[in-house]
C-alpha cells in the first residue's frame, strides 16, 4: 500500500475512495477505525489517509483527486459548514442544517 495524501477530513476522503474506484484503482483510508477509539495511535496520525494499492496507480488517483478538487472550485464546490461540520451541495447558499450563511459569498467571484 501507498499512502498518497490526507484528507481533510473523513467524508470527503470516503468521497475520494468512491471515485477512485469508480476509476478502478484499488484504494482504502485509514484512520476510520480510529473513531472507535482504540486510543493506540496518537491523534495527530490518525488521519484520515488515503492508501492506494499499486504504485502505478498514483498519478491517475492524484489527478482524479485534483481534477475533483479542480471540477469543484470551478463550479461552486460542496462547501463545509464553519459551524457545524455538515457537507453542502453547491446550490445552498446557507447550511440546511444549522442555517449558517455559505462563508465567503462576498469574495469577488474568479475568472
Ligand atoms: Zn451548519
Same mark, same amino acid.
Given at each position: 500500500m501507498i499512502?498518497?495524501?490526507?484528507?481533510?477530513?473523513m467524508l470527503l476522503g470516503q468521497h475520494w475512495v468512491n471515485l477512485l474506484r469508480q476509476a478502478g484503482i484499488a484504494c482504502r483510508l485509514t484512520g476510520v477505525h480510529l473513531q472507535g477509539g482504540a486510543g493506540?495511535?496518537?491523534?495527530? +496520525? &490518525?488521519?484520515?489517509?488515503l492508501w492506494i494499492e499499486n504504485e502505478h496507480d498514483r498519478e491517475s488517483a492524484m489527478g482524479i483527486i485534483e481534477g475533483w478538487a479542480d471540477a469543484s472550485s470551478r463550479a461552486g464546490p460542496h462547501w463545509h459548514c464553519p459551524?457545524?461540520?455538515?457537507?453542502?451541495?453547491?446550490?445552498?447558499?446557507?447550511?440546511? +442544517? &444549522?442555517g449558517a450563511a455559505r462563508p465567503g459569498d462576498d469574495a469577488p467571484p474568479r475568472a
Open positions: 499512502r498518497l495524501t490526507r484528507a481533510p477530513d493506540e495511535i496518537p491523534v495527530d +496520525q &490518525c488521519g484520515p489517509d459551524a457545524c461540520g455538515e457537507w453542502l451541495e453547491p446550490q445552498f447558499s446557507s447550511c440546511w +442544517q &444549522c
